[in-house]
């Protein structure tokens, strides 16, 4: 299941970016965060394909949403300037953004480089 973050859930459940200035992950197995707006088109074309991965890799991967729109905080402290972003957080290490509506090839292919998800 896609679960969609505001400022305060973010902190708690991926990184406490008012606390830590270093990358300290909140969260117990990787994770897929989508900055996307609802005016978006190719983040609607993306927002299907995630649902899909959540539910392949249920258990393995948390696959976050920020509406850029309202958490503009989160999108600032990100550095977003084009949505969608997606931001893969393996569970160890730091993170990888990549940019743009990426086919579900590349993303399952991402899950596996980034996030060592088989």
């Not at 969609?4 to 300290?24: A, G, P, R």
């Not at 959540?54 to 402290?77: C, M, N, P, R, W």
Request: aromatic share 12%; with cysteine; net charge negative.
């Amino acid at each position: 299941m896609v679960t969609y973050l505001t400022k305060e859930t973010f902190k708690e459940k991926v990184f406490d970016f008012e606390k830590n200035k270093e990358w300290k992950f909140a969260g117990d197995k990787p994770a897929i965060i989508d900055f996307y707006a609802d005016w978006c088109g190719p983040c609607k074309m993306l927002s299907p394909i995630l649902d899909e991965l959540s539910k392949e890799y249920d258990g393995k991967v948390d696959i976050f949403k920020v509406d850029t729109e309202k958490e503009q905080e989160l999108a600032h402290v990100f550095g977003i300037r084009s949505i969608p972003s997606i931001l893969f957080v393996p569970q160890a290490g730091e993170p990888q953004m990549a940019a743009g509506a990426l086919p579900k090839e590349s993303l399952k292919k991402a899950i596996e480089d980034v996030l060592g998800v088989k």
